[in-house]
């Protein structure tokens, strides 16, 4: 089998992983995850040839405890809010749209103090780390790291423009580790008053990292985009297969000849170099993330515009 196009429906995941919310805590299973995989990697746990995919479930009181890996991970909150995760001993409180980062090496551990269940998509990097034989990981022994920092430091002192006057450069991924939704959303909608539409992306951004303009990680690059509605993209490919979450909205895409009918938090996958066409029925916000950054640190990412 080759490598496909595929969606997941959110719903169905989200029963599920409920029903697996009864058989198994966070705790027990360390990380309590729907892999979503691609069709044509069977066995692999892997969502492209590079990139992993899963649904995370935290249940109200539960922790998901703390550990490192050499892996980078992002996540994109999909249902419930006010859960957290700490990040190196910063708490970040999550909501719907919220785009986390968990940097390679860095503590992280997860708890839902809310009373709802809480569903975010995880994206790793676990197959990249795999080919070149890199793939490490610890556990912190307890089930949080220690807070040593003020919950909101690091979007204030990273994400207001502005950096610390002698602030250096260490680490490869973004200093901020939550990107706030109602931020990006906002600054979305005031773009789209000016109308300025690439015929292929309509209006996408990417997250970068402050400190350098880079893409927000290492080896994962995250977009955040707005179709308006009735808009229909001209014909799109390139080299970085690429997941896509509908975040608001609904319509459709056509990857490789492939039509798939989405809604809210509804998931899918486009291969490399398979032509693209998505389609909104009403205003659609589209978040995603691929290996771009990656491959184009290596010299492979190619991209493709519809000649017609
Ligand atoms: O939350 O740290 O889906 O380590 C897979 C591996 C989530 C996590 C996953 C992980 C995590």
Redesign the pocket.
Known sequence: MYKRQHLWRFEQAREWLLEAGELITAREAE?R?LILENPGLRGDSRITTSL?A?L?LVLPGEV?PA?R?SQS?LRFVLDGGGAHTSVNGERTLMEYGDFVI?PPWAW?D?GNDSDQPMIWM?G?DIPVASFFDASFAEGYGEDEHPVSRQTGDSLARYGANMLPVDFEQRELASPIFNYPYARSREALEKMQRQQEWDPCHGLKMRYVNPVDGGFAMPTISPFLQLLPQGFKTAAYRSTDATVFVATEGSGRSTIDGQEFTWGPRDIFVAPSWKWIVHEADDETVLFSYSDRVAQQKLGFWREQRDPA
């Open positions: 990380r995850v992993y899963g995370q998901a550990h890996h991970a968990t992280h997860h995880d790793l």
